[in-house]
């Protein structure tokens, strides 16, 4: 079976100082990954989305990057964080394009972030 | 382009009350349509789905239905319980996002229901 691991669950950061979320996911090839942020009481900003190794598309402009260096691995980063940038952030798959349309993203449990 | 709305909360309802959680959608094509559902401090999790037209999605006791002609997948729970207490999310995928958007899904808002006892 798939499944997916996100870490860290709890972060808390200085303004101005580097982060890195990896997640990760096992017993499928080929996903597509997906990073969104959740702001307190807001709903669900996607803010990149990758489709295979190397292949990053940006939602939403932003002091954010993401890489994907390994099939079944995403990472999102950011050289200087703000405070801004606090939320909650989660990973998410979804099958290969050629399984179609009807299948559904599956979520990690996601990294609470704190800026302060 | 593509969209979810669904109606605001927070809905605040006492136990083995009926709910009701609405849903639109606009979309080009037939989209599949999707609740998810997001517990305290977790991630998303699917509660149901639905594929095509008049279909019924159910879960946990939860049900929506596929309803074209008004483009809507409400979400109902007969008798709900204080363990539904979390936030509801409605979202769609087409086929058109599968194959040149990364297959993403539109997620509506959300709904935030609270059950007291």
């Known amino acids: 079976s798939q499944t997916i691991h996100q870490w860290p669950a709890t972060l808390v950061q200085p303004v101005g100082s580097p982060l890195s979320l990896e997640c990760t996911v096992e017993?499928?090839?080929?996903?597509?990954l997906y990073w969104y942020r959740q702001a307190a009481g807001r709903g669900l900003q996607l803010l990149f989305y990758s489709v295979g190794i190397g292949q990053i598309s940006s939602e939403v402009p932003q002091n954010l990057s993401a890489s994907r260096p390994q099939d079944r691995q995403f990472i999102l980063s950011s050289k200087k964080l703000l405070l801004s940038d606090s939320g909650f952030y989660l990973c998410?798959?979804?099958?290969?394009?050629?399984?179609?349309?009807?299948?559904?993203?599956?979520f990690g449990q996601g990294t609470r972030l704190t800026v302060v | 382009g593509d969209s979810v709305t669904q109606m605001e909360g927070p809905v605040t309802l006492s136990e083995e009350a009926f709910l009701t959680i609405n849903c639109t959608y606009t979309a080009t094509g037939y989209p599949s349509l999707f609740w998810y559902v997001q517990y305290p401090g977790e991630g998303l999790q699917l509660l149901l789905k639905?594929?095509?037209?008049?279909d019924k999605g159910s879960n946990k006791g939860f049900e929506a239905t596929y309803r074209k002609e008004t483009t809507s997948f409400h979400l109902e729970k007969g008798s709900v319980q204080v363990s539904d207490s979390a936030v509801y999310f409605c979202a769609l995928s087409d086929q058109e996002r599968i194959y040149n958007q990364g297959g993403k899904l539109i997620f509506g808002q959300g709904t935030e229901l609270s059950v007291k006892p």
């Open positions: 639905a594929t095509k037209a008049d």
């Open positions: 998410a798959w979804r099958p290969p394009f050629f399984l179609g349309a009807n299948t559904e993203a599956f």
């Open positions: 017993g499928t090839s080929n996903p597509n």
